[in-house]
């Protein structure tokens, strides 16, 4: 028979999984958008493969990355829509929450920059199809940097403004939303550039293969633990008819972990998140304790 320290040694594992899986997303109440949700202000892109039906290299590639920037472009709406109506208990957690988009968003710039466009260059034997791209990422560099200057020199939580957060993603916004939307068609157009690989050679299998690496690898070695579930939650699989629900591709158990076992280390994060762990719509938590709060006040006069 085990003795007391052999037992609780092997209880400590169970106590681990237990105490994580009651942080995990899943865990998390949500309802169906009443409000101003996570589509706005900054537009958000239908995938090329959706509207044309393609599936050659560069429109696959354009439409997994317009998917992921879709994940961005929803984490900013959120931020954006919640900043001006959070109670001072969620400061904090609205914080590391923004830092986390911030986080993804330098991360996948630079991933960009030194890895993915230089090899589509080097595929293509052309260095000047992503000349406008650079241009557009330094259109908003700055504002992005000063969003992490002012939420990461916060002396408190309680010092936060939504006010001046506000300010500052304004400032950036408009090239921002443009670049995200104009570097899928760029990527898009690649398919009709004359060094382009034709469909069914070796030389387009390698390419593809090369790009799926890439994009599996991006959002991961950005941080497993802060990136990937801001990613996974921020995804809406019932977009354009439900045609990406099981994106992106990888075993369920794989991704529920990613999302809930992942997720439980910042569980108070992803209370902002604008979809639930099973990539649904959710109402934004801001505006689902504003109603309570007015609901209680309103009931204390009566």
């Not at 958000?44 to 998917?67: E, N, R, V, W, Y």
């Not at 260059?121 to 199809?129: A, F, G, P, S, Y």
């Amino acid at each position: 028979m085990a003795g007391p320290r052999t037992t609780l040694l092997l209880s400590i594992p169970f106590m681990i999984i237990g105490f994580l899986l009651s942080r995990a997303p899943y865990n998390m109440v949500t309802f169906s958008p009443t409000n101003a949700w996570a589509d706005g202000p900054m537009k958000l892109i239908a995938t090329p493969q959706f509207q044309t039906k393609k599936t050659d290299l560069f429109t696959a590639g354009a439409t997994h990355m317009a998917l992921l920037h879709n994940s961005i472009l929803r984490g900013y709406n959120s931020i954006f829509q919640q900043a001006g109506l959070l109670l001072e208990q969620d400061k904090a957690d609205f914080v590391g929450y923004s830092l986390a988009w911030h986080k993804f968003v330098k991360s996948h710039h630079d991933d960009e920059e030194h890895t993915l466009f230089t090899k589509i260059e080097e595929l293509l034997k052309d260095k000047t199809v992503f000349e406008e791209t650079h241009k557009e990422h330094e259109a908003f560099l700055a504002g992005l940097a000063e969003f992490e200057r002012y939420l990461a020199g916060l002396k408190s939580p309680s010092d936060f403004s939504g006010e001046e957060l506000l300010k500052i993603m304004s400032s950036f916004q408009a090239p921002f939303e443009s670049h995200f939307h104009s570097e899928i068609s760029t990527i898009a157009k690649l398919a009709d550039h004359p060094n382009t690989p034709k469909e069914g050679t070796p030389e387009q299998a390698a390419a593809s293969l090369t790009f799926k690496a890439w994009g599996k690898s991006t959002v991961t070695k950005a941080g497993m633990l802060d990136v990937v579930p801001f990613f996974l939650l921020n995804l809406d699989r019932t977009v354009e008819d439900g045609m990406w629900a099981n994106w992106p591709p990888m075993p369920a158990p794989i991704k529920w972990g990613l999302i809930n076992i992942a997720g439980a280390l910042h569980s108070g994060w992803w209370k902002f998140a604008s979809c639930d762990a099973a990539g649904q719509p959710r109402e934004l938590w801001a505006f689902q304790v504003a109603e309570l709060k007015a609901a209680k006040e309103a009931a204390a006069k009566a």
